[in-house]
Nanobody, 124 residues
Framework: VQLQACGGGLVQAGDSLRLSCAAS????????MGWFRQAPGKEREFVAT????????YYTDSVRGRFTISRDNAKNTVYLQMNSLAPADTAVYYC??????????????????WGQGTQVTVSS
C-alpha cells in the first residue's frame, strides 16, 4: 500500500486548503483512513479519521467545525478540507490507513501505512 499526499502550501490565517491522499492497492475501501499532523518540535498528533464507508468521522477538538474529512472510494482518495486556518495549524500533514474499518482509530499505532507528508504553513 502506498499513500501519496498533496495539497499543502503557504496560506494566510483564515484561508482554506484541501489536502488529498491517493492510495494504491485494491483494499482501500475496507479500511478507515486518517490524517495526522506534526508541528516542529512536537509529536505527531491525530487530526481526523473516517470509516471505511465514509459514514462516520471523528475529529480532534481543535479542528472540529473547521476541518472536514471525506473519501471517494471509487478514486481511492481521502481528503481533508481545512477552513479558517490558523497559525497553530502549521505542520506537516500525514495521511494514513488504519487496520480498523470504523472511525475510532485515533492512535498512531492503529495505522499501519503512512504517506510522505505535505507541509501546511499558515501565516498570521
Amino acid at each position: 500500500v502506498q499513500l501519496q499526499a498533496c495539497g499543502g502550501g503557504l496560506v494566510q490565517a483564515g484561508d482554506s486548503l484541501r489536502l488529498s491522499c491517493a492510495a494504491s492497492g485494491r483494499t482501500f475501501n475496507n479500511y478507515a483512513m486518517g490524517w495526522f499532523r506534526q508541528a516542529p518540535g512536537k509529536e505527531r498528533e491525530f487530526v481526523a479519521t473516517i470509516s471505511w464507508s465514509g459514514g462516520a468521522t471523528y475529529y480532534t477538538d481543535s479542528v472540529r467545525g473547521r476541518f472536514t474529512i471525506s473519501r471517494d472510494n471509487a478514486k481511492n482518495t481521502v481528503y481533508l478540507q481545512m477552513n479558517s486556518l490558523a497559525p497553530a495549524d502549521t505542520a506537516v500533514y500525514y495521511c494514513a490507513r488504519s487496520y480498523r474499518a470504523d472511525s475510532a482509530a485515533v492512535r498512531i499505532h492503529e495505522y499501519h501505512y503512512w504517506g510522505q507528508g505535505t507541509q501546511v504553513t499558515v501565516s498570521s
